[in-house]
């Protein structure tokens, strides 16, 4: 019976069973990394070498593959000279736990690699303004025309099936187009993302409107309410914490054309800051990097999901997050 009260359909969890499977969720995924870099006989590929003996080409710290190591070691046993020593090791690409939490310190304390390069810090302030800009300008045009489309039929014909059409062409393709346009500097950039969100927050929030009571409508336009009345004291209020949550799923569809936007025009942003790292083979740092945007994304949307039980305390989905 225990074990079946977890799986019982919609049944709300008690808060200390939410908060364990918050933590497990997070705690599962470093436990299944920890084996895989400290538990040899997991999965450790590569041999590092502590003692080259006479291989001429070996150095200490140097990663071989297994079968390269037991071949060179079984010819300088053969030939009766000194044996290398080496244990067993993961690639390069990647690294320890404990290397990646390192990394997220020395990050911020390490000044750049090159003389005109960007620190950490000034990387990532780069990235979250070309994500709000372009999330933002969308906002500004998909909200007003997914609630239209929503709410007027008219509307809705005029615009969707362009819309429809329109995004499932995929963003970056409009790269080279945008630089023509916008340069080479961040326009591009927010040009991707906002070409990336715009089509699918129009259809997203067009639908979150249809799901209104009509009910409600019926009721205010038989109280002779004006159209503009109608949309702002009925249905923008009426739909309004969907449309929030809506809002922030959008902002993590956002964050994930951020990279490929940083690649178009003149690398910037933490997506500079991650290829610079990958090029000297700094990988601990690459992955502390990109942790470092999913910990930013995930910060927001925990803030929004406290902010949305604020704002919204009757809508009952917001509260039970």
């Known amino acids: 019976m225990r074990f079946s009260h977890w ?24 436990l ?20 080259p003996g006479d291989v001429e080409y070996f ?34 690409y990647l690294p320890p736990p404990h290397k990646v939490l390192e990394a997220f310190y020395t990050a911020f ?16 302030w780069q990235s979250i303004q070309v994500i709000f800009w372009g999330f933002f300008i969308s906002s500004l045009i998909g909200v007003p025309v997914g609630v239209l489309a929503g709410t007027y039929s ?3 014909r005029l615009f969707e099936p362009f819309i429809e059409f329109f995004r499932y062409l995929p963003a970056p393709a409009f790269g080279a187009l945008a630089v023509a346009v916008l340069g080479i500097y961040d326009g591009p950039k927010i040009a991707i993302i ?37 949309l702002r004291h009925v249905v923008i209020p009426g739909i309004m914490p969907d449309l929030y949550r809506d809002q922030r799923i959008l902002l993590g569809w956002a964050w994930t054309y951020l990279i490929v936007s940083e690649l178009i025009g003149t690398s910037s942003g933490i ?29 927001c949307d925990f803030f929004l999901a406290w902010l949305g039980r604020r704002l919204f305390p009757w809508d009952k989905p917001a509260n039970k997050e």
């Open 7 to 30: 799986f019982t359909a919609r049944q709300e969890l008690n808060p200390a069973r939410k908060k364990g499977l918050l933590l497990a969720s997070f705690l599962l995924p470093l």
């Open 32 to 51: 299944l990394w920890s084996l895989v870099s400290y538990v040899p006989f997991i999965w450790h590929p590569m041999m590092k070498i502590s003692q």
């Open 59 to 92: 150095q200490v710290d140097m990663l071989v593959d297994k079968t390269t190591f037991k071949q060179e070691a079984a010819n300088m046993q053969a030939a009766g000279k000194q044996v290398p020593e080496a244990r067993p090791a993961n690639p390069i």
């Open 109 to 124: 304390t390490s000044p750049p690699l090159q003389r005109d390069g960007l620190w950490l810090h000034q990387s990532l």
């Open 154 to 156: 008219a509307v809705s």
């Open 194 to 230: 906002v070409i990336g969100t715009l089509f699918q927050q129009v259809l997203i929030i067009a639908n979150t409107t249809r799901k209104l009571d009509y009910s409600l409508l019926e009721a205010a336009m038989t109280l002779g309410v004006s159209k503009f009345k109608l």
């Open 271 to 299: 997506t500079w800051f991650i290829t610079q790292q990958a090029r000297y083979e700094h990988f601990e740092n690459v992955y502390a990097a990109i942790m470092i945007i999913g910990i930013i994304g995930l910060s």
